[in-house]
């Protein structure tokens, strides 16, 4: 067993690999499902573990409609609209853009923290992050060559999804880790929710009938690992480095997901992609102030849990 100390790198390193291979794994189970019927199996299989795991620790569920309505809306941010966008807009670019795009992740969650969770004054390093960041976007898009063979709208998604897992981080912090609930309490509670909220969705999309092993295997494995073990060590994750650390997986999932394109799935990818990919996370540690001389010695306090 994994000491308290050490429980933490482990839950970080688990949910980077986990969330890093989500982007190959829809890719090989788009030949089976639909995006509503992947989302689904996802939270769905995600909800199962989830809870067992709870029931067999003792952990209570949620209670109180405040907090089912705020693991509602994580549930949104995190699972729902990533779920489908990133699966639509798989079928239109690679899974490696996908994650090299989902690296940006952290200056999302900057922007939000600046923007709409402020608690003190902006910094001169948060904007000058924030523009570097927004230099590695072009690079990485290759505008200047009208994106290349990538849809445009395929690529607006997934940047709605970066954005929209730039404000679950915080949101999180601000409206669900002062409850104090367990990490498995709030992961179940999200994947519950993000269950009954692709439901409809999937019942009026039709559920699929004629699905391989192969496709079945790689839900299962959305389901039991990025879709309900990562969610679960991510909250462990924030309550014990605060959400700015914890939203740093996205580096190294972006790093997985090149990693698995290229040597799974086969893929390609451009000079831009990866140099604009180093430009955002250079922006990204200039932003948080880890980097001279913007440097500030510690995390800021409105970003610890």
Same mark, same amino acid.
């Given at each position: 067993?994994?000491?308290?100390?050490?429980?933490?790198?482990?839950?970080?390193?688990?949910?980077?690999?986990?969330?890093?291979?989500?982007?190959?794994?829809?890719?090989?189970?788009?030949?089976?499902?639909?995006?509503?019927?992947?989302?689904?199996?996802?939270?769905?299989?995600?909800?199962?573990?989830?809870?067992?795991?709870?029931?067999?620790?003792?952990?209570?569920?949620?209670?109180?409609?405040?907090?089912?309505?705020?693991?509602?809306?994580?549930? #949104? =941010?995190?699972? *729902?609209?990533?779920?489908?966008? !990133?699966?639509?807009?798989?079928? $239109?670019?690679? /899974?490696? &853009? +996908?994650?090299?795009?989902?690296?940006?992740?952290?200056?999302?969650?900057?922007?939000?923290?600046?923007?709409?969770?402020?608690?003190?004054?902006?910094?001169?390093?948060?904007?000058?992050?924030?523009?570097?960041?927004?230099?590695?976007?072009?690079?990485?898009?290759?505008?200047?060559?009208?994106?290349?063979?990538?849809?445009?709208?395929?690529?607006?998604? #997934? =940047?709605?999804? *970066?954005?929209?897992?730039?404000? !679950?981080?915080?949101?999180?912090? $601000?409206?669900? /880790?002062? &409850? +104090?609930?367990?990490?498995?309490?709030?992961?179940?509670?999200?994947?519950?929710?993000?269950?009954?909220?692709?439901?409809?969705?999937?019942?009026?999309?039709?559920?699929?009938?004629?699905?391989?092993?192969?496709?079945?295997?790689?839900?299962?494995?959305?389901?039991?690992?990025?879709?309900?073990?990562?969610?679960?060590?991510?909250?462990?994750?924030?309550?014990?480095?605060?959400?700015?650390?914890?939203?740093?997986?996205?580096?190294?999932?972006?790093?997985?997901?090149?990693?698995?394109?290229?040597?799974?799935?086969?893929?390609?990818?451009?000079?831009?992609?990866?140099?604009?990919?180093?430009?955002?996370?250079?922006?990204?540690?200039?932003?948080?102030?880890?980097?001279?001389?913007?440097?500030?010695?510690?995390?800021?306090?409105?970003?610890?849990?």
């Amino acid at each position: 067993m994994a000491s308290p100390r050490s429980r933490p790198l482990l839950t970080y390193v688990g949910t980077c690999i986990a969330w890093g291979s989500v982007f190959a794994l829809v890719a090989e189970a788009e030949a089976s499902f639909n995006p509503t019927d992947i989302v689904l199996g996802r939270s769905l299989l995600g909800a199962v573990v989830l809870v067992l795991m709870a029931l067999y620790r003792g952990e209570s569920m949620p209670s109180g409609w405040t907090t089912w309505g705020h693991l509602w809306v994580v549930s #949104l =941010l995190a699972s *729902v609209i990533p779920g489908l966008f !990133v699966a639509i807009a798989e079928v $239109h670019v690679s /899974s490696a &853009l +996908a994650g090299i795009l989902a690296g940006m992740i952290p200056l999302s969650t900057l922007l939000f923290l600046v923007a709409v969770f402020r608690e003190e004054p902006v910094h001169r390093h948060q904007v000058v992050g924030l523009v570097i960041g927004f230099v590695g976007l072009v690079v990485i898009t290759g505008v200047w060559r009208g994106l290349g063979h990538n849809t445009w709208w395929a690529v607006l998604l #997934l =940047l709605i999804t *970066v954005f929209s897992y730039g404000l !679950v981080f915080p949101y999180i912090k $601000h409206h669900l /880790s002062p &409850l +104090a609930l367990h990490p498995l309490t709030l992961a179940s509670g999200q994947q519950i929710m993000a269950t009954l909220t692709v439901l409809p969705l999937a019942l009026f999309s039709g559920l699929p009938h004629h699905a391989s092993l192969t496709g079945w295997t790689m839900v299962v494995l959305l389901g039991v690992f990025p879709g309900g073990l990562a969610f679960m060590w991510n909250f462990e994750t924030v309550a014990a480095w605060g959400s700015a650390t914890a939203s740093t997986v996205e580096y190294v999932c972006a790093v997985v997901a090149v990693a698995e394109g290229l040597l799974w799935l086969h893929e390609s990818i451009q000079w831009n992609q990866p140099v604009g990919g180093a430009i955002v996370i250079i922006g990204a540690l200039i932003g948080w102030g880890q980097l001279p001389p913007f440097s500030r010695g510690s995390t800021p306090r409105d970003l610890k849990v």
